[in-house]
């Protein structure tokens, strides 16, 4: 069984150590050949400030696919090793992997439309009805945190805090989508790079 993690986040005081690739080579090295997405300077809506490495190609249904024969395929020790990290009962952990089972398995059947966005292998897309953004996806692999944001304490039930716990063992659960118009330094994928100034529907390329 697969276990998603994500890279214990680091603190920086600034993206300066993070420059603008400014030739080809230097854009592709930031992405490893292409198969990453390299999102510097990122500013989410609640202030925080930080670099993302994404692993770009994956397509979403397979993702969910992963998950659901992962999930199914639980072992009693894995099921009591979530009971013990989360502190609840192994009978409500089964009783949660069946339910974002079904969830998942819904959300495989469903009709999820892009909403005119032409994606790319390098996991960039754009839409012609909005010429001013441009949107990244991806399997999240790294999150290098500039400026943190203190986050109010969650009062989640036990059920949702079981079906969280699993999801957190799947790659779906790292998986990201980002709409850019501005707020980030700059982004590089497929060799290109592209950052507020130069932000066009045709930046990325087809």
Same mark, same amino acid.
Request: aromatic fraction near 6%; charge should be positive.
């Given at each position: 069984?697969?276990? %998603? @993690?994500?890279?214990?986040?680091?603190?920086?005081? &600034?993206?300066?150590?993070h420059?603008?690739?400014?030739?080809?080579?230097?854009?592709?090295?930031?992405?490893? %050949?292409?198969q990453?997405?390299?999102?510097? !300077?990122? *500013? @989410?809506?609640?202030?925080?400030?930080?670099?993302?490495?994404?692993?770009?190609?994956?397509?979403?249904? $397979?993702?969910?696919?992963?998950?659901?024969d @992962? #999930? %199914? @395929?639980?072992?009693?020790? =894995?099921?009591?090793?979530?009971?013990?990290?989360?502190?609840?009962?192994?009978?409500l952990?089964? =009783?949660?992997?069946?339910?974002?089972?079904? &969830?998942?398995?819904?959300?495989?059947? !469903?009709?999820?439309?892009? /909403?005119?966005?032409?994606?790319?292998?390098?996991?960039?897309?754009?839409? =012609?009805n909005?010429? &001013?953004?441009?949107?990244?996806? !991806? +399997?999240?692999?790294? $999150? =290098?945190?500039? *400026?943190?944001?203190?986050?109010?304490?969650?009062?989640?039930?036990?059920?949702?805090?079981?079906?969280?716990?699993?999801r957190?063992?799947?790659?779906?659960?790292?998986?990201? #989508?980002?709409?850019? $118009? /501005?707020?980030?330094?700059?982004l590089?994928?497929g060799?290109?790079?592209?950052?507020?100034?130069?932000?066009?529907? &045709? +930046?990325?390329g087809g």
């Open positions: 069984m697969y276990v %998603g @993690s994500n890279d214990a986040p680091t603190n920086h005081g &600034s993206t300066m150590n420059p603008t690739p400014s030739s080809l080579a230097e854009a592709l090295a930031a992405t490893r %050949g292409g990453y997405a390299y999102l510097a !300077g990122h *500013v @989410s809506k609640d202030g925080t400030v930080a670099n993302r490495l994404f692993q770009v190609g994956m397509k979403y249904d $397979t993702l969910l696919a992963r998950a659901i @992962s #999930t %199914g @395929s639980l072992t009693g020790a =894995e099921i009591v090793e979530i009971a013990a990290t989360t502190g609840l009962s192994t009978d952990i089964v =009783e949660a992997a069946l339910a974002q089972i079904e &969830s998942w398995q819904k959300s495989l059947q !469903g009709d999820r439309r892009d /909403s005119g966005i032409v994606w790319t292998d390098a996991g960039v897309g754009t839409a =012609e909005v010429p &001013s953004a441009i949107y990244v996806r !991806g +399997v999240a692999v790294h $999150t =290098e945190y500039v *400026v943190t944001v203190a986050k109010k304490p969650v009062n989640s039930k036990p059920k949702t805090i079981a079906k969280k716990a699993i957190n063992r799947c790659e779906i659960s790292r998986w990201r #989508t980002f709409r850019l $118009t /501005s707020g980030f330094d700059y590089a994928a060799g290109r790079r592209v950052t507020p100034k130069t932000l066009t529907a &045709s +930046v990325m």
